[in-house]
C-alpha cells in the first residue's frame, strides 16, 4: 500500500463526496446499501444502472427512491442501462440495433431524476462490433448521445462519457480523455450538458498522467470517479497519485462531486481511512 503525505491543501473549497452503492457495501442487499453509506458518513451516492433489463421491474424505481429517501442521502449520479454489465458488455449507444432499448430506458432514468434530483447520468459508449463498421456505430453513437443529451436537457441533467481501461472492457474504443474532448468540441458541440468522466482507475490503467490531466481537462469535467491502480481498490491501496490529482482539480476550478467507485480491499468500513486524510487535507467535505 502506498500513502501520499501529506497532502497539499488545496486554494478552493472541498469538493463533496459520494458512494458508489454498485461497488461499496456490497456484503448487503442493494436496497440496504443507501443506508450503509449514510451511516458510514456519506450523503451522497451514485450507482450504475441497479436492474438487469433497461425498463426496471414494476415497483422497483418506487423501492430504489424510498430507500434513498430514508437513508437521507443524495443521488447526484446514476449510469443508463449498458447492457449485460457482468457479461462483458459495457453500453449499447453506439449499437444501431439498441436505439429504442436505451430510449426506453432513458425514460426511467428520466423518472428517477425527477424524483431524487440526481442529474448527472453515464452514458457508456458501446464496445466495437464485429457486424457493423467503425463509422456505423460512431454514427450511432453520436446520434444516441445527442438524442439522450436533448433528453436529460429537460430536467437540468447533464450526460457523462466515459474513458475506459484497456484489456479490462473488451473492444471499448474510449481509452484517453482526448477522445472524449474530441466529440465535446466536434459533433456534440451543440450540447454544453454532456461532459467528461474523469475515473481516476481507468485513466491511470491506460498510463494518462492523472495529475496533469485534471488541470488540462477541467473544464470538460462533468464528474469524477476515485478508485487506485492496479487493482481498483480504494486510494492507497496502489501507486496513484489520487491527492495530487484532487488538489489539480479544485485549483483548476472543478467543484463536482467526487465519488469512491472503487472495489475495497476489505469491508467498505474498514477501507475508509483514505477519506478521512483527504478531509484533514480539506480536499473532500467529511461528516
Same mark, same amino acid.
Given at each position: 500500500?502506498?500513502?501520499?503525505?501529506?497532502?497539499?491543501?488545496?486554494?478552493?473549497?472541498?469538493?463533496?463526496?459520494?458512494?458508489?452503492?454498485?461497488?461499496?457495501?456490497?456484503?448487503?442487499?442493494?436496497?440496504?446499501?443507501?443506508?450503509?453509506?449514510?451511516?458510514?458518513?456519506?450523503?451522497?451516492?451514485?450507482?450504475?444502472?441497479?436492474?438487469?433489463?433497461?425498463?426496471?421491474?414494476?415497483?422497483?424505481?418506487?423501492?430504489?427512491?424510498?430507500?434513498?429517501?430514508?437513508?437521507?442521502?443524495?443521488?447526484?449520479?446514476?449510469?443508463?442501462?449498458?447492457?449485460?454489465?457482468?457479461?462483458?458488455?459495457?453500453?449499447?449507444?453506439?449499437?444501431?440495433?439498441?436505439?429504442?432499448?436505451?430510449?426506453?430506458?432513458?425514460?426511467?432514468?428520466?423518472?428517477?431524476?425527477?424524483?431524487?434530483?440526481?442529474?448527472?447520468?453515464?452514458?457508456?459508449?458501446?464496445?466495437? &462490433?464485429?457486424?457493423?463498421?467503425?463509422?456505423?456505430?460512431?454514427?450511432?453513437?453520436?446520434?444516441?448521445?445527442?438524442?439522450?443529451?436533448?433528453?436529460?436537457?429537460?430536467?437540468?441533467?447533464?450526460?457523462?462519457?466515459?474513458? &475506459?481501461?484497456?484489456?479490462?472492457?473488451?473492444?471499448?474504443?474510449?481509452?484517453?480523455?482526448?477522445?472524449?474532448?474530441?466529440?465535446?468540441?466536434?459533433?456534440?458541440?451543440?450540447?454544453?450538458?454532456?461532459?467528461?468522466?474523469?475515473?481516476?482507475?481507468?485513466?491511470?490503467?491506460?498510463?494518462?498522467?492523472?495529475?496533469?490531466?485534471?488541470?488540462?481537462?477541467?473544464?470538460?469535467?462533468?464528474?469524477?470517479?476515485?478508485?487506485?491502480?492496479?487493482?481498483?481498490?480504494?486510494?492507497?491501496?496502489?501507486?496513484?497519485?489520487?491527492?495530487?490529482?484532487?488538489?489539480?482539480?479544485?485549483?483548476?476550478?472543478?467543484?463536482?462531486?467526487?465519488?469512491?467507485?472503487?472495489?475495497?480491499?476489505?469491508?467498505?468500513?474498514?477501507?475508509?481511512?483514505?477519506?478521512?486524510?483527504?478531509?484533514?487535507?480539506?480536499?473532500?467535505?467529511?461528516?
Amino acid at each position: 500500500m502506498t500513502t501520499e503525505a501529506p497532502y497539499p491543501r488545496p486554494s478552493g473549497r472541498p469538493l463533496a463526496l459520494a458512494a458508489n452503492l454498485s461497488l461499496l457495501f456490497t456484503e448487503l442487499p442493494f436496497l440496504a446499501r443507501p443506508a450503509a453509506a449514510r451511516a458510514a458518513g456519506f450523503d451522497r451516492v451514485e450507482m450504475w444502472w441497479p436492474f438487469t433489463e433497461a425498463i426496471a421491474p414494476s415497483g422497483a424505481i418506487d423501492a430504489l427512491v424510498d430507500a434513498l429517501a430514508a437513508a437521507g442521502v443524495d443521488l447526484v449520479g446514476l449510469n443508463f442501462f449498458a447492457g449485460d454489465m457482468p457479461g462483458g458488455e459495457r453500453g449499447v449507444a453506439s449499437d444501431p440495433a439498441r436505439r429504442a432499448e436505451l430510449e426506453a430506458n432513458c425514460a426511467d432514468v428520466l423518472r428517477i431524476g425527477r424524483e431524487t434530483g440526481c442529474r448527472h447520468f453515464n452514458l457508456l459508449y458501446g464496445q466495437r &462490433l464485429e457486424r457493423y463498421s467503425a463509422a456505423e456505430q460512431d454514427a450511432a453513437a453520436i446520434s444516441a448521445i445527442d438524442w439522450v443529451a436533448r433528453a436529460v436537457a429537460v430536467i437540468g441533467g447533464t450526460v457523462l462519457i466515459e474513458p &475506459l481501461a484497456k484489456g479490462l472492457n473488451g473492444t471499448y474504443p474510449l481509452t484517453d480523455p482526448d477522445h472524449v474532448v474530441d466529440l465535446l468540441q466536434g459533433p456534440l458541440v451543440e450540447h454544453p450538458n454532456v461532459k467528461l468522466l474523469f475515473d481516476t482507475f481507468h485513466l491511470g490503467s491506460n498510463g494518462v498522467d492523472i495529475v496533469t490531466a485534471a488541470g488540462k481537462y477541467a473544464p470538460w469535467i462533468g464528474h469524477v470517479q476515485l478508485a487506485d491502480a492496479p487493482g481498483r481498490g480504494e486510494p492507497g491501496s496502489g501507486h496513484l497519485p489520487i491527492g495530487a490529482t484532487l488538489e489539480r482539480l479544485v485549483n483548476a476550478g472543478y467543484r463536482g462531486t467526487v465519488a469512491a467507485e472503487n472495489k475495497p480491499t476489505a469491508s467498505t468500513e474498514q477501507t475508509l481511512g483514505w477519506v478521512e486524510a483527504l478531509a484533514r487535507a480539506g480536499l473532500v467535505a467529511w461528516r
